[in-house]
């Protein structure tokens, strides 16, 4: 059974995003690229459980080698519900407003991802500026330096720590000094798959 205090407990907005994507899955699968801390208060709340790859509780598999993957429990079903219900009823408090379009996404992997395309990644908009490659285990893996587009979004949401933005270069008599506070990269091999914004010529 759950604790009340983990049942009752308010997720935070990150928490709400990687519950609601899971209810939306039909095996109530939480995103693989959760962060790891989040996942652990999510476990120490009884929201998720973790399993391997053929789907067997993880805790009943002791030393299990291979990769696992986190299920909402049905205490995280319930907690995920009540986020859908608050923002549903927040929704329909607000006064009507123009919708804003967003744009449509397709899905690329990174071998098929080029300049100037703008992939979505922790709720940023990164446009990618300048491609290096490098041969990892007979794989090409595609490494994008890219510019976060809405990072005043970012700021007030904390979708990720600001230091992991930022950058630094060496300046003579100053020594290294901040360069930039809007730069993420956006890695991978061809296995890797990246939800990419469609151009509005496209849409």
Request: proline share 5%; net charge neutral; glycine share 6%.
């Given at each position: 059974m759950g604790t009340k205090t983990g049942i009752d407990t308010v997720?935070?907005?990150y928490q709400?995003?990687?519950?609601?994507?899971?209810?939306?899955?039909?095996?109530?699968r939480i995103p693989s690229d959760a962060k790891g801390r989040t996942l652990d208060i999510m476990l120490s709340r009884q929201w998720v459980?973790?399993?391997?790859a053929d789907g067997r509780r993880a805790a009943a598999v002791p030393n299990y080698p291979g990769f696992t993957h986190f299920r909402?429990?049905?205490?995280?079903?319930?907690?995920?519900?009540?986020?859908?219900?608050?923002?549903?009823?927040?929704?329909?408090?607000q006064t009507p407003e123009e919708p804003q379009?967003?744009?449509?996404?397709?899905?690329?992997?990174?071998?098929?991802?080029?300049?100037?395309?703008?992939?979505?990644?922790?709720g940023m908009r990164v446009r990618l500026d300048e491609l290096t490659t490098t041969e990892r285990q007979g794989?090409?893996?595609?490494?994008?330096?890219?510019?976060?587009?809405?990072?005043?979004?970012?700021?007030?949401?904390?979708?990720v720590p600001m230091s992991f933005l930022r950058t630094t270069k060496w300046e003579a008599g100053r020594g290294?000094?901040?360069?930039?506070?809007d730069y993420w990269a956006v890695q991978g091999n061809k296995l890797a798959t990246w939800a990419v914004e469609v151009p509005d010529d496209r849409a």
């Amino acid at each position: 059974m759950g604790t009340k205090t983990g049942i009752d407990t308010v997720p935070s907005t990150y928490q709400a995003g990687l519950l609601l994507a899971a209810l939306a899955d039909d095996r109530r699968r939480i995103p693989s690229d959760a962060k790891g801390r989040t996942l652990d208060i999510m476990l120490s709340r009884q929201w998720v459980r973790e399993y391997t790859a053929d789907g067997r509780r993880a805790a009943a598999v002791p030393n299990y080698p291979g990769f696992t993957h986190f299920r909402l429990t049905h205490h995280g079903i319930n907690a995920a519900r009540k986020v859908k219900a608050q923002q549903e009823a927040a929704e329909t408090a607000q006064t009507p407003e123009e919708p804003q379009p967003q744009p449509r996404t397709e899905i690329k992997d990174s071998s098929q991802l080029a300049e100037g395309d703008i992939v979505r990644d922790h709720g940023m908009r990164v446009r990618l500026d300048e491609l290096t490659t490098t041969e990892r285990q007979g794989l090409t893996v595609y490494h994008w330096a890219g510019t976060v587009l809405n990072i005043d979004e970012v700021r007030e949401a904390q979708h990720v720590p600001m230091s992991f933005l930022r950058t630094t270069k060496w300046e003579a008599g100053r020594g290294w000094v901040t360069d930039r506070e809007d730069y993420w990269a956006v890695q991978g091999n061809k296995l890797a798959t990246w939800a990419v914004e469609v151009p509005d010529d496209r849409a």
